[in-house]
């Protein structure tokens, strides 16, 4: 049955098949953002290659801003006698683990998600990424397609290194870890929030295994001649059974416990409505495919003032919402000059014009 134009969402697929290299997977990149100024972020491969990259990097209240709080996951899966590690990672004497390019069938980017669909021992497995808009959120979910239940293993590695900060800088383990019923609470960096990790829907089980992998390399940093070694450690891994009819979603989080007890699947249909909403302005004009990429692409940049607590405060005493433009990722916030540069684009081309009145405020206060 076709979809009404009105209820598609943008897609743009990119097929693979066994012969694919880990180079073109490493070569092409994708990101997440959250409304917030947060993102995730890494290469098809799962592979981090710049010091940027990161599958939870929220932007923390000042002092912090842009963080990284888990710049990598590992994730096995279990079928049969068959043992497949979908993620990647490369190390100091250039050997690149992971075993994703053997079973990779499609990347899609649905909307504003990265989704991976891989075939491992006869069964079709889909892996997408999220981050609810406005919420310090990520999720990861894993769901079956076709076949019999499989095990996944997740295992987050954690740091915590504020965007700019030398990698050396970083906060170094061991950082306390809480367990309450289901519930995993790191404190990575004194008076900053906790790191809430956890399994939605609660299944499974958290292996206390704590791991330190050596001699992380980030090629693109390596190539200007940048720090692009880093060590990095993990306190243990979520292990689940993903059937046909229950997916599982590995979440991290640095909001109250009371916000993550959402579905997965609901927080992907919410977030499918609201692309279908951003959308609809420009549909009524008459935009083409191409036109529609464009504003879903805007969308990343226009953000609420993440870090910035006061400024958020101030603007709703005053019955507003603050926004602001990230002037380009991973690394730029947001500068006047940029800002007044692409604000027609961004906003009054898509139909935002609420929005536009507010990034002007902000800058005007």
């Known amino acids: 049955m076709a979809v009404p134009l009105a209820h598609r969402i943008v897609t743009v697929s990119l097929p693979c098949d066994r012969?694919?290299?880990?180079?073109?997977?490493?070569?092409?990149?994708?990101?997440?953002?959250?409304?917030?100024?947060?993102?995730?972020?890494?290469?098809?491969?799962?592979?981090?290659?710049?010091?940027?990259?990161?599958?939870?990097?929220?932007?923390?209240?000042?002092?912090?801003?842009?963080?990284?709080?888990?710049?990598?996951?590992?994730?096995?899966?279990?079928?049969?006698?068959?043992?497949?590690?979908?993620?990647?990672v490369e190390f100091e004497d250039g050997r690149v683990d992971g075993e994703l390019p053997a079973v990779l069938q499609e990347f899609v980017r649905h909307g504003q998600t990265p989704v991976w669909r891989s075939r491992v021992a006869g069964r079709r497995l889909e892996k997408r990424v999220l981050m609810p808009y406005r919420h310090n959120s990520l999720h990861v979910e894993y769901r079956l397609l076709e076949g019999d239940p499989v095990q996944i293993q997740v295992r987050p590695f954690v740091t915590f290194r504020m965007l700019d900060a030398p990698l050396h800088e970083a906060k170094q383990p061991p950082f306390p870890l809480t367990a309450v019923e289901g519930r995993y609470d790191m404190q990575l960096c004194d008076g900053a929030p906790p790191l809430k990790l956890c399994l939605r829907p609660s299944c499974g089980l958290f292996v206390a295994d704590a791991r330190l992998s050596h001699g992380i390399c980030y090629r693109l940093d390596r190539d200007r001649g940048a720090e692009h070694l880093e060590n990095l450690s993990s306190p243990g891994y979520f292990q689940a059974d993903v059937t046909r009819e229950q997916s599982v979603a590995c979440v991290a989080s640095t909001e109250a416990w009371e916000q993550l007890e959402c579905r997965p699947e609901a927080l992907f249909e919410a977030e499918s409505h609201r692309i279908v909403k951003l959308l609809h302005p420009v549909r009524a004009g008459g935009a083409d495919e191409t036109e529609e990429r464009l504003v879903l692409a805007a969308d990343q940049f226009i953000v609420v003032p993440g870090s910035r607590v006061e400024e958020q405060a101030l603007a709703r005493a005053s019955g507003e919402e603050g926004r602001t433009v990230i002037a380009g990722y991973h690394w730029f916030t947001d500068w006047g000059r940029d800002t007044m540069i692409s604000l027609e684009g961004l906003t009054l081309c898509t139909g935002r014009h609420q929005e536009a009145r507010s990034v002007l405020k902000t800058f005007a206060g």
Do not use: K, M
Request: aromatic share 8%; hydrophobic share 40%.
């Open 19 to 88: 012969t694919q290299d880990e180079e073109s997977l490493l070569a092409r990149e994708w990101l997440v953002t959250n409304g917030l100024g947060g993102y995730a972020s890494s290469t098809l491969l799962c592979a981090p290659t710049r010091r940027y990259h990161g599958l939870f990097v929220p932007d923390l209240p000042s002092p912090w801003g842009r963080t990284v709080l888990i710049p990598r996951l590992e994730e096995v899966v279990r079928a049969d006698a068959f043992t497949v590690d979908l993620s990647g």
